[in-house]
């Protein structure tokens, strides 16, 4: 573990930290390697979960009770474990030959039929239960679409116009609050979804997707849509020829692709032999180039407070990874007491939104580095400190949010770490002479180490 940073403190006593960097990798949510539901992956904090759509409703009469039964049995656990889910309905899945596929229709409805009132009705129906079940599920971390084609792929066959539409308008009203994605960016051009690249990275479809993402509509929609998907192990020319030899072999070039086109997450890949000393070392450099990676950089704040005051706190924030965190996860600030490392208060940054927080964009690869380097992204606050809090030195500390319990769940890539989610940052003298603010950096923990952070199912 290397040093606190830098430490200044003004002749007004206005104390400025200037944290050390996290030389690793950072095990955060909603972004990185991304198994299947049920496969243990080092780095996982998302899972991708393919679901029956008879299994989640059998009958017209079936609801969202049902939906929300079979989601409970599947995930059950995930939110102890810091672990989302990207669930995705489908119909077909094809035998190794494509000679046929099984089908998972409802029962009272015709296997293969996409194209009859029957269908149309259903399917919309369906997604706006899947909203009810699923728009507020702090267990979901992304939609993919799914439903129409093999694997719910949205091929064989592909969705027609009027099915765009009538899909396109059923997702966008169904979910509010959870970002969707499709297969294609082919399809639903007119709306503002993300892709599930599922042949991601391999030579025949590279420079379809650089063409795609490269340009108008899709040039800038990764700020606002999750960009994921696969890497295809079993079809075309993939970067290796297992996710080992990818991760071992083709390392710079899936890292070039995941900076330039800024993407968030990605699987099969994820199943590379982590007994594999290059493996390992290679998906660490991969894991740190997926998604947001937040560095904290400066921190200031008064050294010396008196109880009902308004406690001033600035910090300044860079996202050297290759996308936002696409949703508006709060920051809050406390005091902790310096025995237990518990909050004896706490507030979130009221007029804050991390999705802003950019990485750089137009990434070189020959140079390793962004074109448009990312901005620091500074923010000030002044919290009213409660009139009896009691004389003392306390802990500054920073955390970033879940907001399913309102409990840390992201880390900041700093080495100012304590177990269970918070960044001490220095001391503050409440109503008492102040001392020196530094932290012994001895007394940190290792914030790529452990399984402490979780957040509330019930939320």
């Given amino acids: 573990m290397t040093g606190s940073g830098r430490t200044v403190v003004s002749p007004m006593g206005e104390v400025t930290i200037y944290p050390s960097e996290y030389p690793r990798a950072l095990r955060n949510p909603l972004m990185g390697f991304r198994p299947s539901l049920g496969r243990p992956q080092e780095w996982a904090t998302m899972a991708r979960d ?25 995930w059950e656990g995930v939110a102890a474990r810091n672990l989302k889910i990207i669930p995705r309905v489908y119909l077909e899945w094809p035998n190794n030959d494509y000679s046929d596929s099984r089908k998972y229709w409802p029962a009272d409805m015709t296997p ?8 149309n009705c259903r399917v919309v129906r369906l997604i706006e239960r899947l909203g009810e079940a699923w728009d507020d599920d ?9 439903l129409i084609g093999y694997w719910g792929e949205q091929h064989s066959p592909e969705p027609t116009p009027a099915m765009e539409r009538l899909l ?40 379809q997707m650089m063409e795609y993402f490269l340009t108008e509509p899709y040039l800038n929609r990764w700020r606002t849509a999750v960009m994921g998907g696969e890497v295809s192990y079993n079809y075309g020319t993939p ?9 071992v072999n083709y390392v710079r070039y899936i890292e070039d692709l995941i900076r330039r086109l800024h993407w968030n997450h ?12 290059d493996a390992r070392r290679n998906a660490e450099r991969l894991q740190k180039s997926f998604g947001y990676r937040l560095v904290l950089e400066k921190v200031g704040y008064s050294g010396r407070v008196m109880p009902g005051w308004p406690l001033r706190v600035s910090f300044s924030v860079r996202n050297t990874g290759s996308t936002p965190l696409y949703y508006n996860w709060p920051v809050e600030v406390s005091l902790l007491d310096p025995a237990t490392k ?10 804050l939104d991390v999705r802003q927080w950019m990485p750089g964009d137009r990434w070189h690869w020959p140079e390793q580095r962004y074109e448009i380097a990312p901005e620091l992204n500074t923010v000030t606050e002044h919290f009213a400190l409660p009139a009896d809090l009691p004389r003392g030195r306390y802990l500054l500390a920073l955390a970033l949010l879940d907001p399913a319990g309102n409990l840390p769940a992201a880390r900041f890539a700093i080495t100012n770490y304590f177990r269970g989610g918070r960044h001490p940052i220095g001391y503050v003298s409440v109503g008492e002479e102040p001392g020196d603010p530094a932290l012994d950096p001895a007394g940190f923990d290792d914030p790529g180490a452990g399984d402490s952070l979780h957040y509330d199912e019930q939320t």
């Avoid at 293969?112 to 269908?119: E, H, P, R, V």
């Avoid at 702090?138 to 799914?146: D, H, K, M, N, Q």
């Avoid at 399809?187 to 025949?204: A, E, K, P, V």
């Fill in 50 to 74: 393919y679901i029956e759509w008879n299994l989640l409703e059998d009958d017209a009469r079936d609801g969202v009770k049902k939906i929300r039964a079979v989601c409970d049995a599947r």
């Fill in 112 to 119: 293969g039929d996409y194209a009859s009132d029957q269908f």
């Fill in 138 to 146: 702090p267990r979901v971390a992304f939609i993919e679409s799914g």
């Fill in 168 to 207: 396109g308008d059923a997702f966008t009203a169904s979910f509010r609050r959870k970002l969707v994605m499709v297969r294609y960016p082919g399809h639903f051009r007119q709306y503002q979804f993300g892709i599930y690249w599922d042949s991601w990275g391999t030579l025949n479809d590279t420079p």
């Fill in 239 to 247: 970067p290796g020829r297992d996710p080992t030899d990818g991760v």
């Fill in 266 to 277: 990605l699987g099969w890949i994820d199943q590379y032999d982590a007994q594999d000393p």
């Fill in 342 to 351: 518990g909050p004896v208060w706490r507030a979130t940054c009221p007029n």
